[in-house]
């Protein structure tokens, strides 16, 4: 059954890569640039959103598509080099691959700054897709045909839901475990080492 068009999607921040230290590193570097105060220990406990919606906590709508566009011109001087990958990351994407598989990144973070945390951590799966949140992660995951889905946060098992894909949910971001059960994840796993041996059993049971 393995390569069987098996296509697994992954949610980036807290699922494939630790991104607390370069978001929280990047929030005080555009508090400083823009002279206005943002709690970046806070702001890290809600990642999953899109960057508008923690910018809304400190700025005017009218200034959120412009300090934006500037925190993501400043993200890779300050949010690449801290960011580690997640225990088992590497290792659940080469699980797909080992299977015939292709891996894709669906994410809310801006496409350029994904690729650029993956090159950094060589992590190198068959796609990305960025700048897209729950539900609307579906057109995505269908395009390429996605089975299965993995995140950290309820919005990625609504995406997934949404899609006709399996989710696949690890409580490694904010939303822990009974969180992510209730919110109706087909499977949730203790972090992302669990991935491929899960994968694996999943492959071999399914229908030729």
């Known amino acids: 059954m393995a390569g069987m068009n098996l296509t697994v999607g992954f949610d980036l ?15 005080r570097a555009l508090s400083a640039d823009t002279g ?3 709690d970046a220990d806070a702001a890290v406990t809600r990642l999953g959103p899109p960057l508008e ?9 009218a200034e959120i598509p412009a300090v934006a566009d500037r925190y993501r011109e400043m993200y890779p001087t300050h949010a690449i080099g801290p960011t580690p990958a997640m225990p088992g990351a590497r290792e659940a994407v080469d699980a797909v691959r ?16 994904a690729l650029l945390h993956l090159e950094h951590l060589g992590i190198a799966p068959d796609a990305v897709i960025g700048s897209l949140w729950a539900e609307a ?41 009974t969180e992510l059960r ?11 080492t669990a991935l491929p041996q899960w994968l694996a059993a999943y492959v071999a049971g399914r229908p030729a």
């Open 182 to 192: 209730e919110a109706g994840a087909d499977v949730v796993l203790p972090d992302l």
């Open 98 to 113: 080992a299977l015939g598989g292709r891996a894709i990144v669906v994410t809310a973070k801006h496409e350029p700054n």
């Open 53 to 61: 919606e923690e910018l809304a906590h400190w700025f005017p709508a």
């Open 36 to 38: 206005t105060f943002i």
């Open 137 to 177: 992660k579906a057109g995505a995951l269908r395009e390429y045909g996605a089975q299965v889905y993995v995140g950290d946060h309820v919005g990625d098992i609504r995406g997934a839901r949404t899609a006709g894909a399996l989710s696949v949910a690890v409580p490694t971001g904010p939303c822990p475990e």
């Open 13 to 27: 921040d807290m699922t494939l890569i630790d991104s607390r230290p370069g978001i929280k590193a990047a929030y």
